[in-house]
């Protein structure tokens, strides 16, 4: 039995889904920089901004329009809170606080070998 792929309906509903879930995942970051003394206010408007947006009842694409309505808000509240946070990790960073992102993260360390000093020591080994 050979299986077809699903409908073009449900994989854009699924990669919708993946975005939505994107956008909620930021708002954990967006919470703790709101509430963060190195962020500035002037940058804390962008996410008052989105939900504002978001409630306000004129759209660029009116919400009677069933799926555009929904897309440009999601969309602008995507668009609003990736400036916030990336503009806000400036600030942290700048302030010299550590900005850590939640999720898994690797740590490690590295070295860095200057290739010339390599030729001399294969150089020395070979004689």
């Not at 970051?29 to 004129?58: C, D, E, I, N």
């Not at 990336?86 to 992102?101: I, N, V």
């Not at 360390?109 to 010339?116: F, G, N, P, T």
Request: aromatic residues 12%; positive net charge.
């Amino acid at each position: 039995m050979r299986l077809s792929r699903p409908p073009k309906l449900i994989r854009y509903y699924n990669g919708a889904m993946r975005f939505i879930s994107i956008i909620m995942q930021q708002l954990g970051t967006v919470v703790y920089l709101m509430f963060h003394r190195a962020v500035p206010l002037r940058l804390k408007v962008l996410p008052v901004l989105a939900l504002a947006y978001v409630l306000m009842p004129r759209d660029l694409v009116p919400d009677f329009f069933f799926i555009a309505g929904f897309v440009d808000d999601v969309l602008v509240v995507y668009l609003l809170l990736a400036l916030f946070i990336s503009r806000a990790k400036r600030h942290l960073l700048s302030a010299g606080e550590r900005y850590e992102p939640k999720g898994k993260t690797i740590t490690t360390s590295y070295r860095i070998e200057d290739e010339k000093d390599n030729d001399k020591d294969d150089k020395e080994d070979t004689a």
